[in-house]
Every structure is written in C-alpha cells, then in structure tokens.
C-alpha cells in the first residue's frame, strides 16, 4: 500500500503532467492568453509544492 507522501507526490506529477501537455496544446493551437495563464499556474503549482516540501520554517529573504 502506499503511504500518504508517495501518493502526494504522484498526484503532483499527474497535476503537472497535465498542465504541461494543456500549455503544450494551447501553444501549439496558438492560444496566448490560455497558454500564459497555464504558464502562470503551472509555475505557481510547482513553486508552492516546493515550499510544502521544503517546509513551512523557512523564511522568505
């Protein structure tokens, strides 16, 4: 059975998969404004996993 982090962090690379192939989409389908909004989402998305998994403690510089 998986355990709580390994399903966490599958999750997250199913999230961001499907924002990478969605950005690739709306690029190829020449969609500016969607593909800036996925690209700001998908950085964002990743951006807060990362402090999550870094942890709370930490203090902004």
Known sequence: MLNNDKLQAMIQGIAVGGLVVA????????RTELSTNIASGLVGF??????IRKGSDDKWH
Do not use: F, Q
């Open 23 to 30: 950005l690739i989409m709306s690029i190829i389908y020449d």
């Open 46 to 51: 990743i951006g807060g996993a990362a402090i």
